[in-house]
């Protein structure tokens, strides 16, 4: 029986999705799930979900939970992890929100990208020699933001066997299917570049290329108000992006810095971020309550989380093909030696293997850069416990530089920095 450790089970969203994909993979209908979390209420309540989900599912697994990490990681072959550390909306939202730096998640880059770095990275690479040192053949399937810099940070440091996990990939594939009016399972993407910044370099379905149905239905009023960031960016660099509108309006410096702009792009819908930033409950977790509760049996329906799919190839060496983030060794040869891309990898029982793109096109790999920039000055505050390189890294930020001077920035880190108060002490 082989034992997958999710830390951060609390982490309602998560947990709901990958118990799901794991109660209905046959192969994994019988492995030992070790729930870990250090917010001890969340832990009981995912716990009872869970086990509430196999005896709805009828599957076999064992369900264990534990706020003791070690004892979680004692004979893993597999890690999730899915943590949270000290975030606060008021604070990674809020203060930049007062300099004018209008976010919309503030988790992967920008100012709350960066503080998220600086409190949960140094967590992971504790994870990480714990892993080292108690379960070092595990492989570990990384799904914490922000990505790019944790799984770059992991790389550097680390001799751990990880991959970062996303689904913005699959999501992506299945709406633009939609689009264009061809079935979500006919349908083929070459996609790479960064996490929540990868290009459909090419979508077909049966060999035929499916672009130019893309750009006939961006013509459609209806289906433009849908995506209209990301058709936006098509329309002017040639790609179809993977993350979300909302998402990727706060990784460039075009669509948030003016109200109107904002206006413009339908872009004041209430996220579920900002509903927690205006004081209101977790709407995942009451949920987990809500249903057990109920007499109601859990739905159960598979996810497009690719967790399932890799240790289901990497138990059974039926190959699979996920896109990953991994360290760019020679993947994208026009971004940046070592830092952290996402591309396509074939998963069978030796393990995971990113394929090579080559060149992204040039408009393209800029865009990544201009987030590789942010994310490296990010990795080396980390590892270094430096200030200094933290504010440079706000400093290079897309968005923060369209709406602010460099002594605006500067102002506006040092009172996030304050208001963080002990949470940073590692940092000089």
């Not at 951060?8 to 046959?26: N, P, W, Y």
């Not at 140094?122 to 714990?130: H, K, Q, R, V």
């Not at 990868?198 to 499916?210: I, K, M, P, T």
């Amino acid at each position: 029986m082989s034992k997958i450790a999710i830390i951060g089970a609390g982490s309602v969203t998560f947990t709901r999705r990958l118990l799901q994909d794991i109660v209905t993979t046959d192969v994994l209908k019988e492995t030992k799930v070790m729930l870990m979390d250090i917010n001890s209420e969340r832990l009981e309540v995912a716990e009872a979900w869970v086990k509430r989900l196999v005896s709805d599912a009828g599957s076999s697994n064992v369900i264990e939970a534990t706020t003791n990490r070690r004892k979680a990681l004692e004979g893993a072959d597999y890690v999730i992890t899915t943590i949270r550390k000290g975030d606060d909306l008021q604070i990674d939202y809020g203060i930049p929100m007062k300099y004018g730096v209008d976010q919309s998640v503030a988790d992967t880059i920008g100012p709350g990208g960066v503080f998220k770095a600086l409190r949960t990275v140094p967590d992971l690479l504790d994870i990480c020699t714990d892993i080292e040192e108690i379960c070092p053949d595990a492989i570990l399937l990384q799904y914490t933001n922000p990505m790019a810099i944790a799984c770059w940070s992991i790389a550097d440091v680390t001799s751990v066997r990880a991959v970062g996990l996303c689904h913005s990939v699959q999501y992506t594939t299945e709406v633009l299917a939609e689009y264009v009016g061809a079935s979500k399972e006919n349908v083929s993407a070459w996609v790479a570049g960064i996490n929540h910044m990868a290009w459909f370099l090419r979508f077909e379905s049966d060999g035929q290329d499916l672009y130019p149905k893309l750009w006939k239905a961006m013509e459609d009023p209806e289906i433009y108000a849908r995506d209209e960031v990301r058709f936006d960016v098509m329309r002017h660099f040639g790609s179809f992006v993977t993350e979300s509108t909302q998402h990727m309006s706060e990784y460039v410096p075009y669509y948030r810095k003016r109200p109107e702009l904002k206006k413009e792009f339908n872009l004041d819908k209430i996220t579920p971020e900002l509903q927690m930033f205006e004081g209101r409950a977790d709407p995942h977790f009451e949920r987990f309550r809500e249903e057990i509760a109920s007499d109601t049996p859990i739905k159960v329906e598979k996810s497009v989380e690719y967790a399932s799919r890799i240790i289901s190839a990497v138990e059974t060496g039926i190959p699979t093909v996920i896109n990953g983030n991994v360290p760019n060794d020679g993947l994208i040869t026009n971004l940046g030696e070592g830092s952290c891309v996402e591309v396509p990898c074939v998963v069978d029982k030796l393990g995971i293997h990113p394929m090579v793109i080559g060149q992204l096109p040039s408009q393209l790999a800029a865009l990544c850069r201009s987030n590789i920039a942010v994310q490296e000055l990010a990795v080396q505050a980390v590892i270094d416990g430096s200030k200094e390189a933290a504010k440079y890294a706000v400093m290079m930020d897309p968005l923060t530089a369209a709406v602010l001077s460099l002594r605006e920035i500067s102002d506006m880190f040092d009172e996030m920095w304050d208001a963080h108060g002990d949470s940073l002490s590692i940092y000089e």
